[in-house]
């Protein structure tokens, strides 16, 4: 117990990936039950447990998977009626982007995904391009780099037979915001610098393998620094309404000026992703474009 008039708990808040920390104090006035004991002591205990039960209520995640807390995400753009925030949920993450290896088990368990026999409506001509074959990813896409020319389809359908999904833009986002040494690196110059250099340089020829880079505060690997990635909701990145429409576009992210309305104009990076995003179709398929699974928990 701290000193009198001293005893505090301090409950931190996710906002954005944003540790806010404000303080729930418990002033210790002196008062004492006829037990002998001060009532702050019993209400400080009492909050202890409940908070040690609220913090472990979540399930571990699943092998090969990180837990990402339950936080608040800021788009980088919104129009006037919609939300600043948005909070998401605690979720799984994969540690690491889904690997040539085990794409081809995918393959393998399902035929129609293979290259020879994949429906043009769900990915485009350029599916898999730099396998060997159906079931020979070959030298030019090694066992443990992360799997590219994958369309949102085929990244969809991988999920569901993982018994996962993918992500959203929000948990992605999110996720991605944690610097090695916090979960909001958006003050972090060094992290900052660095994801400016990784979206102004081209991609390798030949991927590296996964996991290579330091992981982020939540143990995730390679959300920055190796490949792009599917999210599900990519196709929500230049709408305000309905995705499947476009009455809800919004005309002004079109145009240059668009930027005086984003969150963070200088986040060089955010502009890249949105950018990127807005660009695909869910066919397409991509040279540095990978993807990696989520999970309700």
């Known amino acids: 117990m701290s000193e009198r008039g001293k005893s505090e708990i301090r409950i931190p808040e996710i906002r954005r990936g944003n540790w806010a920390q404000p303080a729930f104090r418990?002033?210790?006035?002196?008062f004492h039950s006829d037990f002998g004991f001060r009532?702050?002591?019993?209400?400080?205990?009492?909050?202890c447990l409940l908070l040690t039960f609220a913090t472990s209520a979540a399930p571990p995640p699943p092998p090969g998977m990180a837990l990402i807390p339950a936080g608040i995400y800021h788009p980088l753009f919104r129009s006037d009626t919609?939300?600043?925030e948005f909070p998401v949920q605690t979720f799984a993450l994969d540690v690491h982007p889904v690997t040539n290896a085990g794409f081809l088990d995918f393959v393998r368990a399902n035929p129609r995904?293979?290259?020879?026999?994949?429906?043009?409506?769900?990915?485009d001509e350029h599916y898999l391009k730099h396998w060997a074959g159906d079931l020979d990813p070959g030298p030019a896409a090694t066992t443990n780099a992360p799997v590219t020319w994958v369309s949102w389809f085929a990244a969809k359908a991988f999920a569901a037979w993982a018994g996962k999904r993918l992500p959203s833009t929000a948990e992605w986002e999110l996720a991605a915001a944690a610097s090695p040494t916090g979960p909001d690196g958006e003050n972090d110059t060094e992290f900052r610098k660095q994801?400016?250099?990784?979206?102004?340089?081209?991609?390798?020829?030949?991927?590296?393998?996964?996991?290579?880079?330091?992981?982020?505060?939540?143990?995730?690997?390679?959300?920055?620094g190796l490949v792009w990635e599917w999210v599900a909701d990519f196709n929500?990145?230049?709408v305000t309404g309905d995705a499947r429409g476009d009455s809800g576009l919004d005309r002004q992210l079109f145009c240059g000026s668009g930027s005086v309305g984003a969150k963070d104009t200088s986040d060089y990076p955010a502009f890249m992703r949105f950018g990127f995003r807005s660009s695909l179709k869910a066919d397409y398929t991509v040279h540095n474009l990978g993807f990696r699974c989520a999970k309700d928990l």
């Open 39 to 47: 009532i702050s002591d019993f209400v400080l205990g009492s909050l």
């Open 113 to 123: 995904w293979r290259r020879s026999q994949v429906k043009r409506l769900f990915a």
């Open 236 to 238: 929500t990145a230049m």
């Open 26 to 30: 418990i002033s210790d006035f002196g």
């Open 195 to 224: 994801l400016a250099v990784w979206h102004a340089s081209p991609s390798p020829e030949r991927l590296p393998p996964v996991g290579t880079g330091r992981a982020n505060y939540f143990g995730i690997h390679d959300l920055h």
């Open 82 to 84: 919609d939300a600043k």
